[in-house]
């Protein structure tokens, strides 16, 4: 089922978008949590980290690299935090696959 990430992918609904490439898409969080906060998402429409199989191995290896660059990109890569929310209690909200990149300030830890 799609959700509003597809729609932005479709350019139903705009985004500030920073990467884009055949698999996977990035752009700023629309309520950020950082000064940094970017969502990279795939194409494919995986909706949990859960639900993703052994098809979708290089499709995640492709998301690690592209969030990597990203931070190189954005001149945040000496400190950021890669996050995935999987399932509603965990504090996902769209239920379409999503790396959440921040940085910016100090990120505590344990997370909350
Ligand atoms: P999660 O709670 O992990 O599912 O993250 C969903 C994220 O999507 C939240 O951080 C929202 O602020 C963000 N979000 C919701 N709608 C939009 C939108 N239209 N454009 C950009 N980010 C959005």
């Known amino acids: 089922m799609t959700t ?3 729609k932005i992918i479709r350019r139903e609904i705009p985004a500030k978008i920073v990467y884009e ?3 996977c898409l990035a752009f700023r969080d629309v309520n950020p949590q950082a000064p940094t906060h970017v969502l990279l998402i795939p194409k494919k429409e995986i909706p949990r ?5 052994a098809e979708d191995r290089a499709l995640l290896g492709h998301l690690m690299l592209v969030a990597g660059n990203i931070a ?6 000496d400190a950021f ?3 995935v929310n999987n399932g ?5 909200s769209v239920f379409h696959l999503h790396l959440h990149i ?3 300030r100090k990120l505590q830890w344990p997370p909350g």
């Open 4 to 6: 509003l990430f597809g």
């Open 21 to 23: 490439d055949e698999e």
């Open 49 to 53: 980290l859960a639900d993703a199989t």
């Open 72 to 77: 190189r990109d954005l001149g945040i890569d």
């Open 81 to 83: 935090r890669l996050v």
């Open 88 to 92: 509603a209690e965990a504090g996902q």
């Open 102 to 104: 921040l940085a910016g």
